[in-house]
């Protein structure tokens, strides 16, 4: 039995913002501006700063998936699983890199599991306890950057967030069951 | 109002829109800081439970996925401490029932043996470390899922070992 279908993902984040962003508009132009906040992160920041600080990559060699009923194959990666400052969650990176038999233009990772949803999931075997990506409240809400996509042959970065280990962990296993991929061994980094 | 600066402003801001955009290869710092207030942790770990009531007396259940590996029968090494710990919870002398249970995929030609076999793989454990237990060993496919298959996530929770008593 499959898991369930994905409904159209609206950019709430980015109509928010840009709402907000015309509201901030209209208040500068009426007001005098307070002493400006410090500058928030953007991806290119948080992507030169990740550069700077070098985010530590696992050693874990990359595996390939063989999808169910002959869709291919997908690379899969791991780069980081690193807990988080706040030292309540940890960040788990991966590469997928699809070969679909039948690929569509601009493939997000559910898109690439036949339109069910899929995450990996990290297990600590020697506490007996399996870590999910944390979820919101709204429906089918994780935190991922679930809607990246990328093209047949070509390299889609993901990340996942979980809590933070709870015991002393050196290395969990990612698994992804749909798949039958298991990759032991990812060690976590601060 | 001249439309100039309101451009300006919008101009300088768009960029920053777009900090926390569901595509960016990397979370934001913003982000992850506010991953602890928006998102809760809450069930987003799964451990072993205490034994709880049933049917069938006390049950201790066991999700399989930390105990094996994909589609093996081997009991993890880094596991069976664990699983032997939780034994303790388990009366001197009880009579007990070891379950496999799977999840649907593959169908009982794959999943019967696999729950048998996984069953058998926890009694040996049983065995080694509370040899007073009676057992009894029976895999049940997925005959007996724990919940409805809605998702990945609840396909796990029926990839299980139940072990039983008389409560």
Request: hydrophobic share 40%; glycine share 6%.
């Amino acid at each position: 039995m499959r898991g369930m279908p994905t409904s159209p993902h609206h950019p709430r984040a980015r109509a928010s913002i840009a709402a907000l962003s015309v509201v901030a508009v209209l208040g500068l132009t009426a007001c005098t501006s307070p002493e400006p906040d410090p500058e928030p992160a953007t991806s290119e920041t948080a992507t030169a700063d990740a550069s700077a600080s070098a985010t530590p990559e696992v050693s874990v060699e990359p595996v390939v998936a063989t999808l169910p009923d002959e869709r291919g194959t997908v690379d899969v990666a791991v780069r980081s699983l690193v807990l988080d400052d706040n030292g309540t969650t940890m960040t788990l990176r991966v590469d997928f890199t699809p070969h679909l038999v039948k690929p569509e233009d601009g493939m997000t990772l559910s898109m690439i599991n036949n339109f069910f949803f899929i995450f990996p999931e990290l297990l600590d075997r020697e506490h007996l306890k399996r870590y999910s990506v944390i979820t919101g409240e709204g429906p089918q809400d994780w935190l991922t950057n679930e809607d990246t996509r990328t093209e047949n042959d070509e390299t889609l970065s993901s990340w996942f967030v979980y809590a933070a280990p709870e015991d002393d962990v050196e290395a969990f296993t990612l698994t992804m069951d749909g798949w039958a991929l298991e990759v032991p061994g990812v060690e976590v980094t601060a | 109002m001249s439309a100039v600066p309101v451009l300006v402003v919008v101009g300088m801001l768009l960029p920053f829109a777009y900090v926390d955009r569901a595509d960016a290869p990397e979370p934001s710092a913003e982000k992850i800081e506010r991953s602890v207030s928006t998102y809760s942790l809450e069930g987003s770990v799964e451990r072993v439970e205490p034994p709880k009531p049933t049917s069938a007396g006390v049950t201790l259940t066991i999700g399989s996925d930390v105990l094996f590996a994909y589609a093996s029968a081997v009991v993890d090494e880094s596991a069976q401490a664990a699983v032997a710990a939780q034994l303790d919870q388990i009366p001197a002398g009880a009579q007990v029932t070891v379950e496999g249970h799977t999840d649907s995929r593959g169908g009982d030609a794959v999943n019967l043996p696999l729950s048998a076999a996984r069953a058998e793989a926890v009694a040996a454990v049983l065995r080694a470390h509370r040899p007073d237990l009676v057992l009894a060993v029976v895999g049940k496919a997925s005959s007996e899922p724990a919940v409805s298959e809605t998702d990945e996530q609840a396909m796990a929770r029926n990839r299980r070992v139940e072990l039983s008593w008389a409560g």
